[in-house]
């Protein structure tokens, strides 16, 4: 795709009613708050239940309002909270990387799968999956990874899922369990969520969906609706935030990128290690760096459709009928050498002063009224997790193991290794 569009310019047609646009001005068009493109259909197939979640809600009005509902929960100034929680929770998985670096070497990948998985978890449920403790998934999660491959493949193939549904495969048969059981976890743990609440009142930080349990609170959202919620936010916010704190430790310990780690280092030689995120928070390398690692390696760089408006709309000159598709991929405005010099190359630099196009370019978490509502969460884990992974492991390098075919990026709607696996190991 990126290159189709640099042979042939920011306008390719990929199919009889899409358009893949990568010029910004019409980006910020399409994306902006309040923008006529609504979300396309598309996003509808993610979600087998009958209880819409915010991110694949179509009708912009209904969205808002959930937005509305949700805002309060997820701001930067209530997740501070939580924060001895995550701190817990990344702590963790960094004493079993440096205990598994020092035996031999370490699967940061797995471990940070773990990691933000239990503090998801315990953020929505009100509970830890304790994957961290077991060192395995819980069947719950393996669940969650099957369905999200499901709601992807059926995302593209659609008519033929349905049939698929009705073949006598044990297989099959067992895969359209998932959504059930699903369904039935999500709300039996919602429910214990509920109880605490009920009876020990609002005690301790509780979860996200807390305020939404509450009776007193008299909020709009079901014990389903409030389940889906939770279980989207558990996919949304476990594989994302453990690719993209993998991809940034892999791009440090690249042997071209030495002089970024030790400039991190130098950064974080007077924080002290017990640093609340307030103060990570204002150190600018590791901002820079978090961002650059973003900008070349976001776990949702893919096609965000939207459906031109009634009566058609003019983009870049061109006119484009109603009810197309249109779409941006951020893995290719973020690779556009108009704005970001030597793209493919990890500058962390280039954020001390970006420009104002580079700031427009940049939406690893979306864009618009639609951003993604857990952005300042995941930053927190990468600066967390960044950091502490450093203080604690320092002279780590990547293991033989780890190479430049392995991390080559697999990309099904969500980014990956191809390898499934990033291991490092101390330094000979």
Known sequence: MLNQEIQK???VRISPDEISV???TSVKTIYRAGSTFRKADWYQKFNESP?????????AKAHATRRRLFAQSFSKSSLTKFEPQIRVKVQTAIFKIHRDIQRARADVLKWFTFMATDVIGELSFGESFNMLE???KTPYIRDLETAMMISGVGAELGPLLKIAKWLPSRSVQDSLAITKRLDQYGLMAIANLKKHVTTAGDKGPGSLFTRFLDPAKNQELSLPEISVEASNLIVAGSDTTAVSLTYLIWSLHRLQHRHIKQKLLEEFAEVPIDAPLAVLDQLPYLHAVINESLRLYGAAPGSLPRVTP???FKLGGHYIPEDTIVSTQAYTMHRDESIFKDADRFIPERWE???EAMKDAFFPFGLGSRVCIGLHLATSELQLGTFLFLKNCPTATLAESTTNESMEIENY???????HRCELQEAK
């Open 134 to 136: 077991q060192e395995t």
């Open 9 to 11: 310019g920011p306008y």
């Open 413 to 419: 709607f969500l980014i990956a290794p191809k390898s």
């Open 353 to 355: 002063n970006p420009t």
């Open 51 to 59: 209880y819409p979640g915010i991110f694949s809600m179509i009708d």
């Open 310 to 312: 009634k009566g058609g």
């Open 22 to 24: 990568a010029d910004l």
